[in-house]
């Protein structure tokens, strides 16, 4: 799981590959589960790819592994996103996603710990980057060098809890931490910026002391480089606004709000594999 | 029971005292520490601890986080702060995944007196219970405070620990006589059960005296651990003396004295009257005046049991 090698085209089509599949997975267990959240799921697959098949040293036969770097989805809803990575990483059978929120099931609708690979549960919007940012500093206490990456939605940005934890992890110089922003600008009831605006999102999170970088989430080769960039700097956090789109990959889903929480009727699921199929 | 001493300042000791030797021990505050007693352990040991500022939600979210990295964690505040600010992270980022954290909280119930009810939380209990996977103790003295946090830094999984603001008379004379986790009975009696905990254990054993003279016999229990509750040891006593009063300082619509009732009812219905807060907010006021206000006396004990025993068939 651990391709530390330098990233060159054919390493960049095996990880693009992985994301269309991760993107083939999480429509197959959403209709299969008759219920979850495929836009925030499609839109973070490029990222959770990156992090799960090139950036992160992790282990799937050893979960809890102490050389592990962490990763925390404070936007617990795009679990089919991380499951289908978990999956494809080897933690457990990738016939499990069907089973998605299903009673007995590995697979809870929301991530939580008895899923292997999974930290902690998480759902409950907002709390990501404070468990981020303790990990962050037991791992420090500790004198390991694994690092801790956090996935957040943007919508969430507009939790209380989110800036506690923006103010903290600078003032504590975790150098280990790298949050990501999954900035697709869609919240259930519509863009961030009617709900309730974020922007300027890069400059407020300077002005709390991170080093802020801004990217194209789609883009892995780009989503890589910029993390492997943040690492240079050991004294303070690191924030990436990952700009995404809600649904990326399904055209019709492609920033359409309605798909922030449903299922996709068959019909839907048809054209979406087809879609997904003819990308891989 | 001779003399008095403040539980929170225990807790600033054994902290202090377990951090010694248990490298793994960190230390959380809200800008509280100086009043929750865990600025000790920061001055001792500021490595592993960490004020976050106000901002009790950030605080239990690096709990949480640290505890993942095998981390033992104590993170204080008040008590209106440490669980009523926080139920949503507790539940979602603690009690969910059974981190092992530790919120001691400070200033409960009506003990905080004069700053009035924005900082008297009486509801701690019932959330804190609410929740699965939740250690719930409500120690009676100093020495059960220490003996509490000594026992609970050794177990991993959650744990509430509540604690008030002021001074309370000991109940024990050492923590060698404690057992946590047991309803334990520090009087003997016949006619009645007095189920208490916290700062009414002491009115209860006032109480106990107080009915003696009168020639009833009171057994009191000592009920520090909530949750998991020892429903063996209440039913044993309710069987022994067929009548029940309970005395907490917390809203009694949902405390410890309807844990009791919902026990015996299920396996042994007795008399049982409450002492409590009638639900209802309290008021600013001097906490020993606010004590008689709200009916958190020994007299009400000893009125209730007579009532009790009264109603026994």
Redesign the interface.
């Known amino acids: 799981m651990n391709t530390k090698e330098t990233l060159n085209d054919s390493i960049l089509n095996d990880l693009k590959k992985r994301a269309n599949t991760i993107r083939k997975d999480i429509i197959e267990m959403i209709y299969s589960a008759k219920s979850g959240h495929p836009g925030g799921s499609l839109s973070s697959a490029d990222i959770v790819t990156a992090l799960y098949f090139h950036i992160m040293n992790h282990n799937p036969k050893d979960p809890f592994w102490a050389g592990r770097d962490r990763f925390i989805l404070s936007k617990g809803h795009a679990c089919p996103s991380l499951y289908a990575a978990l999956a494809e990483s080897g933690y457990f059978d990738v016939s499990e996603l069907k089973n998605l929120r299903k009673p007995k099931c590995l697979l809870q609708g929301h991530p939580c710990t008895m899923t292997p690979g999974i930290e902690i549960s998480t759902g409950s919007l907002g709390q990501g980057l404070s468990i981020a940012t303790g990990i962050a500093l037991g791992l420090r206490l500790d004198g390991s060098s694994s690092k801790v990456f956090a996935l957040l939605g943007d919508g969430e940005l507009q939790s209380g809890q989110i800036w506690e934890a923006m103010m903290a992890a600078p003032n504590f110089k975790l150098g280990n931490l790298t949050a990501i922003i999954d900035r697709n600008n869609l919240q259930i009831d519509g863009p961030t910026e009617k709900v309730m605006p974020l922007e300027p999102l890069k400059s407020k999170i300077e002005s709390f002391n991170w080093q802020v970088y801004e990217i194209d989430g789609h883009n892995i080769r780009e989503i890589i480089q910029t993390i492997n960039r943040g690492f240079k700097i050991t004294d303070k956090p690191k924030m990436i606004i990952a700009h995404t789109v809600k649904g990326k990959g399904v055209s019709f889903m492609e920033n359409n709000v309605s798909f922030h929480g449903k299922s996709p009727n068959d019909e839907e699921y048809r054209i979406a594999m087809k879609e997904l199929e003819a990308n891989s | 029971m001779t003399g008095f001493g403040v539980p929170r300042d225990a807790y600033g000791e054994i902290l202090s005292e377990l951090g010694e030797t248990r490298k793994d021990i960190?230390v959380l505050d809200a800008d509280l520490s100086s009043s929750t007693k865990t600025s000790s352990f920061g001055k001792k040991f500021p490595?592993?601890f960490?004020n976050?500022?106000i901002?009790e939600?950030?605080m239990?979210?690096?709990?949480?986080?640290?505890?993942?990295?095998?981390?033992t964690v104590f993170a204080s505040s008040f008590a209106m702060f440490a669980v009523g600010r926080v139920y949503?992270?507790i539940?979602?980022?603690i009690a969910?995944?059974?981190?092992n954290v530790k919120i001691v909280a400070t200033h409960a119930g009506i003990t905080v007196g004069e700053d009035g009810v924005s900082h008297q939380m009486i509801e701690d209990i019932s959330l804190m219970c609410a929740l699965p996977n939740m250690k719930v103790i409500v120690p009676a003295d100093t020495f059960e405070t220490k003996k509490t946090i000594r026992e609970v830094s050794q177990e991993k999984g959650p744990t509430y620990v509540r604690l008030g603001r002021s001074k309370v008379p000991n109940v024990f004379n050492s923590e060698d006589e404690i057992k946590i986790g047991k309803a334990s009975t520090l009087v003997d009696g016949g006619d009645i059960t007095l189920i208490s905990s916290g700062i009414m254990v002491s009115k209860s054993l006032e109480a106990a005296q107080m009915l003696k003279k009168e020639g009833i016999s009171a057994e009191v229990i000592n009920l520090s651990t909530l949750k998991p509750i020892d429903r063996q040891g209440i039913i044993k006593s309710a069987k022994k003396t067929g009548c029940v009063v309970t005395a907490e300082e917390h809203n009694i619509y949902i405390g410890m004295g309807a844990l009791v009732s919902s026990i015996l009812s299920e396996e042994y219905p007795v008399p049982i009257l409450r002492c409590g807060i009638k639900d209802t907010f309290a008021q600013s006021g001097d906490y020993e005046l606010l004590m008689q206000i709200y009916n958190l006396t020994s007299d009400e004990i000893c009125k209730l049991s007579k009532n009790a025993i009264a109603m026994k068939r």
Do not use: E, P
């Open positions: 960190v490595d592993r960490f976050v500022g901002a939600q950030n239990i979210g690096i709990a949480a986080g640290l505890s993942t990295t095998g981390k949503d992270q539940r979602q980022s969910y995944s059974k981190m």
